[in-house]
């Protein structure tokens, strides 16, 4: 079945550092999706991607989508204790109907 | 808020009974899913139903069931339970089954004894 793997599995950054999170597919995706947990909460959604080699921005965080639509990747720059939480990738394989799943989550945990 | 509710937000039980989890969707979504959060992990899918039909079936044991009814809420039945049953189980609505955002509901936490 669909594999959905995402790197790293914990980070721990100092305040104002960059992060990166990467998420990989075992199949072609038709999309791309990004959700946030806070600690205790659920997941948000953030962002979709549909094209190949997509890149959207969102204030300081970056979203791209692979150009051969099986790996994504969210970077945020510079930090905030309010990044905090688990965030997860979540793709749709290509081909007719097909299930939403998550990837593995990545948790960052940001040090003032 | 997402516009998801979910019940109950807590449940403790025992092993061997059975429990029912409640989903509200948003207004206007016409499909939901189920996901399975165990203590720290990530998101296991379950099962997705859309206006009624089960549109997907992820790893749901043969002891769960679920089903959407004719005004799109859905209930999510766990039965036979085990101590590994203990998680966080989220409910999703989008507004259409093959593509679009998610919008999750607060989760049912059950905790089983």
């Known amino acids: 079945g669909q594999q959905v793997m995402q790197i790293p599995q914990y980070q721990h950054v100092q305040e104002g550092e960059d992060f990166t999170t990467y998420c990989n597919s075992s199949t072609t995706l038709s999309n791309i999706q990004w959700y946030k947990q806070r600690p205790g909460g659920h997941p948000v959604f953030l962002i979709q991607l549909v094209k190949s080699g997509e890149v959207k921005k969102q204030k300081r965080l970056t979203f791209q989508f692979g150009e051969a639509k099986k790996n994504s990747s969210l970077h945020i720059t510079a930090t905030q204790t309010t990044d905090v939480g688990t965030y997860f990738c979540a793709g749709r394989r290509s081909g007719g109907y097909q299930k939403v799943t998550f990837g593995t989550g990545t948790k960052l945990q940001v040090i003032p | 808020d997402s516009g998801v509710t979910q019940t109950p937000k807590h449940l403790i039980t025992a092993t061997g009974q059975r429990v029912t989890l409640r989903c509200s969707p948003r207004s206007g979504d016409l499909s939901v899913y189920w996901y399975q959060q165990s203590l720290d992990q990530g998101l296991q899918f379950l099962i997705q139903?859309?206006?009624?039909?089960?549109?997907a079936k992820g790893n749901i044991l043969e002891r769960f069931s679920a089903q959407q009814f004719p005004d799109l809420h859905s209930e999510l039945n766990l039965s036979s339970l085990e101590l590994g049953d203990s998680a966080l189980y989220f409910c999703a609505s989008s507004v259409e089954g093959a593509s679009g955002e998610l919008f999750f509901g607060e989760g049912s936490r059950l905790t089983v004894l």
């Open positions: 139903y859309y206006n009624g039909e089960e549109r």
